[in-house]
């Protein structure tokens, strides 16, 4: 039986490998969130006569839908022929066909694609025919790509389970594995781990079947419509998915593996057991030789133990690349080192949250002071590696200081932190309480040796009271050998005061787990960089201006001014300055717009690259690039062309050496 139970072991161990490389295998290098590049038309330019088609190009490959390039003439409506593809089979490219004999004027490109990284990414640009006009864009025709709010919440909430499910599935796992072999007997323990096992393959099933009408953002009954799920399916994250039902169908072999070694008590050694032999026991020999038949009987359940915890291993982190290889660590910058990062800090997590769940049970069940402080260490290196691979995915994911207080990724980052703090302040309570769990097992230990050389108990005793005041001390007597034996049986039962103490902790403890795991998903869902950074910095109110100046006001007609200091950090003369934008009429339609670069002397400075760009975050239109004319040192001419009147933010990018660059924007108000 144990051979065929390696033979098994074996195979799963293949089986888990080829998956977890074939997982990651998927995951190659690009940039975070697909950008856009090049379009034809070119952004603000001007045609003779009406182009047959829009294309875009990216800067990464992306998945399209039927409605993810739209366009539409200057009273709104739509003059593309639908269903875009891409252009000469190339991935990263986007292309709609145009309805004929279209009239001169300005035309508005909405376009909405799902990025490498499996982020919904989108914008818009302007283009003109013949010549510019004003235009008057529908805003509800810009707002349909959003998702569904029912289908967004159902989505994020099966993403939350997921990660949930994950982490009681491993970490009840590598619990008994590590702490409680003979918690694999327990029938609350197994069905912890059937918990997290439904709960994982229900919710990713959940996902996948969500995923199309999330991203096209469609109703709930889209969820059923195979040709969405076949699309889902062709993407990186569809792969993912589907690499995760395949693990979890060997994560039930591994489960029944587990249960069926470990479940089962090991052989004790046959010792002596007469008079004789047991006055042979005595000497040192046959003491060593019990030790080597105890040694023998158990080594089957060690090795079955080794092979599980190896199988286990790789199930966990083949598991954690179904998040990382379809998520912020797949793509951007140091994806060699950001893939293996991102599925370490997943499973230390598992480890250690679901740790907490089966610790709960085990102290309702009689787990020993030896497994919960060796749980006590596990965690503590879970932290370890949790806070490790967390500041490089801050760094990775923030990139600027001002993004941790500026931008919603930020501002749930310092939330998951403090969440995480919590936890650490519960914990340490829990390992005092840890410390007196040992002193109180062992006060009980020598209290059951005490009481098995007593005599046999005596029948039951009628409960007694003892009246107020009385001095009957065979009545005293009987009270107290009650409580004794009451108290006996709370220790047999595992309810004692040391015990509950502790449940209550790592309840506590439990429950800030929650939510962290509910921030965490929802820092998967939010886009890091600077474009977060403007898109947050708009949601807010303008900031006043030093000084206490209002914030700058546009009015229609006349020319308006911001100022924009800037620092790329560099040592060059050009790497700290002010950026001068003008803007006139500041009003829908075409503005003419003037970008000026002054040092800190106040004299015009030369850089290497300069970028200004017009963002609508509450319309999800932008950013509309501004293409720039040099007109001197330090000096720049361009056309923006500001379809809808609104909060818009403007965003200048200086770069003043290969290496340093700066991000800074502004609010604009339009109309």
């Given at each position: 039986m144990l051979k065929a139970s390696h033979r098994r072991l074996t195979g799963l161990l293949g089986i888990l490998g080829a998956l977890l490389a074939l997982t990651l295998a998927g995951a190659g290098p690009a940039s975070a969130h697909a950008a856009l590049e090049s379009t034809d038309p070119a952004q603000n330019s001007v045609v003779a006569t009406a182009p047959a088609f829009v294309t875009l190009t990216?800067?990464?490959?992306?998945?399209?839908?039927?409605?993810?390039?739209?366009?539409?003439?200057?009273?709104?409506?739509?003059?593309?022929?639908?269903?875009?593809?891409?252009?000469?089979?190339?991935?990263?490219?986007?292309?709609?066909?145009?309805?004929?004999?279209?009239?001169?004027?300005?035309?508005?490109?909405?376009?909405?694609?799902?990025s490498d990284d499996s982020h919904p990414v989108g914008g818009a640009f302007t283009f003109s025919v013949g010549?510019?006009?004003?235009?008057?864009?529908?805003?509800?025709?810009?707002?349909?790509?959003?998702?569904?709010?029912?289908?967004?919440?159902?989505?994020?909430?099966?993403?939350?389970v997921a990660y949930?499910?994950?982490?009681?599935?491993?970490?009840?796992?590598?619990?008994?594995?590590?702490?409680?072999?003979?918690?694999?007997?327990?029938?609350?323990?197994?069905?912890?781990?059937?918990t997290g096992w439904v709960a994982l393959l229900v919710s990713t099933v959940a996902v996948l079947m969500l995923r199309g009408?999330?991203?096209?953002?469609?109703?709930?009954?889209?969820?059923?419509?195979?040709?969405?799920?076949?699309?889902?399916?062709?993407?990186?994250?569809?792969?993912?998915?589907?690499?995760?039902?395949l693990l979890l169908a060997a994560s039930g072999v591994f489960l029944?593996?587990?249960?069926?070694?470990?479940?089962?008590?090991?052989?004790?050694?046959?010792?002596?057991?007469?008079?004789?032999?047991?006055?042979?026991?005595e000497s040192s020999d046959e003491d060593e030789l019990r030790r080597l038949e105890q040694r023998a009987a158990e080594r089957p359940q060690r090795e079955a133990r080794l092979a599980l915890g190896v199988a286990g291993l790789l199930l966990a982190l083949a598991l954690s690349a179904t998040w990382a290889g379809a998520d912020h660590a797949s793509v951007g910058i140091q994806v060699w080192l950001a893939l293996p990062?991102?599925?370490?800090?997943?499973?230390?997590?598992?480890?250690?949250?679901?740790?907490?769940?089966?610790?709960?049970?085990?102290?309702?069940?009689?787990?020993?002071?030896?497994?919960?402080?060796?749980?006590?260490?596990?965690?503590?290196?879970?932290?370890?590696?949790?806070?490790?691979?967390?500041?490089?995915?801050?760094?990775?994911?923030?990139?600027?200081w001002s993004a941790l207080v500026d931008t919603g990724y930020g501002r749930l980052l310092l939330i998951k932190v403090g969440c995480v703090a919590a936890m650490l302040g519960v914990a340490w309570i829990s390992r005092s309480w840890v410390a007196r769990l040992r002193t109180s097992d062992a006060a009980a230990q020598d209290e059951a040796q005490d009481e098995a050389q007593q005599p046999a108990e005596q029948p039951a005793e009628e409960p007694v009271t003892v009246p107020a005041g009385s001095d009957d001390p065979v009545r005293r007597a009987q009270l107290e050998r009650q409580q004794d034996a009451r108290r006996s049986a709370d220790r047999a039962r595992g309810f004692?005061?040391?015990?509950?103490?502790?449940?209550?902790?790592?309840?506590?403890?439990?429950?800030?787990?929650?939510?962290?795991?509910?921030?965490?998903?929802?820092?998967?869902?939010?886009?890091?960089?600077?474009?977060?950074?403007?898109?947050?910095t708009a949601a807010q109110p303008a900031a006043p201006a030093p000084g206490g100046a209002p914030a700058a006001q546009t009015v229609p007609g006349r020319t308006l001014e911001l100022t924009l200091p800037?620092?790329?950090?560099?040592?060059?003369?050009?790497?700290?300055?002010?950026?001068?934008?003008?803007?006139?009429?500041?009003?829908?339609?075409?503005?003419?717009?003037?970008?000026?670069?002054?040092?800190?002397?106040?004299?015009?400075?030369?850089?290497?690259?300069?970028?200004?760009?017009?963002?609508?975050?509450?319309?999800?239109?932008?950013?509309?690039?501004?293409?720039?004319?040099?007109?001197?040192?330090?000096?720049?001419?361009?056309?923006?062309?500001?379809?809808?009147?609104?909060?818009?933010?403007?965003?200048?990018?200086?770069?003043?050496?290969?290496?340093?660059?700066?991000?800074?924007?502004k609010p604009l108000k339009i109309g």
């Open positions: 990216f800067s990464e490959a992306v998945s399209l839908s039927g409605d993810s390039v739209r366009v539409l003439d200057p009273a709104g409506k739509p003059v593309d022929t639908g269903d875009p593809a891409h252009a000469d089979g190339r991935s990263n490219t986007a292309r709609v066909g145009l309805n004929s004999g279209l009239a001169n004027g300005t035309y508005t490109v909405a376009w909405r694609a799902v010549a510019a006009s004003t235009t008057s864009v529908s805003t509800s025709a810009l707002q349909e790509a959003k998702a569904d709010s029912l289908v967004a919440a159902l989505y994020g909430t099966g993403r939350t949930g499910a994950f982490a009681l599935l491993m970490g009840a796992a590598g619990f008994v594995l590590l702490c409680w072999p003979a918690g694999a007997a327990v029938r609350r323990v197994q069905r912890l781990l059937m009408p999330y991203e096209r953002g469609s109703g709930l009954g889209q969820a059923f419509d195979l040709s969405l799920v076949r699309s889902t399916l062709d993407e990186r994250i569809g792969t993912a998915l589907a690499a995760r039902l029944s593996l587990l249960v069926g070694q470990l479940g089962t008590p090991a052989p004790a050694a046959s010792g002596p057991d007469s008079p004789e032999s047991a006055e042979t026991a990062f991102g599925m370490l800090h997943l499973v230390a997590m598992a480890l250690w949250l679901g740790g907490l769940a089966t610790l709960l049970v085990g102290l309702r069940h009689g787990v020993g002071a030896d497994a919960v402080e060796r749980f006590s260490t596990v965690a503590f290196g879970s932290v370890a590696v949790l806070a490790v691979t967390g500041v490089y995915q801050s760094w990775r994911g923030l990139g600027t004692t005061p040391t015990r509950a103490g502790l449940r209550r902790s790592v309840l506590v403890e439990a429950a800030v787990a929650v939510a962290v795991l509910v921030v965490t998903t929802m820092l998967t869902n939010s886009p890091p960089g600077r474009v977060a950074q403007a898109v947050g800037y620092d790329t950090g560099g040592r060059t003369p050009n790497a700290k300055g002010t950026a001068t934008v003008t803007v006139n009429p500041a009003g829908t339609g075409a503005n003419e717009v003037h970008l000026k670069l002054d040092g800190p002397d106040g004299q015009p400075v030369e850089v290497p690259e300069v970028q200004l760009a017009f963002t609508l975050p509450d319309r999800d239109l932008g950013p509309l690039p501004v293409a720039l004319t040099p007109e001197g040192t330090g000096r720049w001419t361009g056309t923006a062309q500001l379809p809808l009147a609104g909060n818009w933010v403007v965003s200048v990018v200086v770069r003043s050496s290969d290496i340093d660059q700066a991000t800074e924007i």
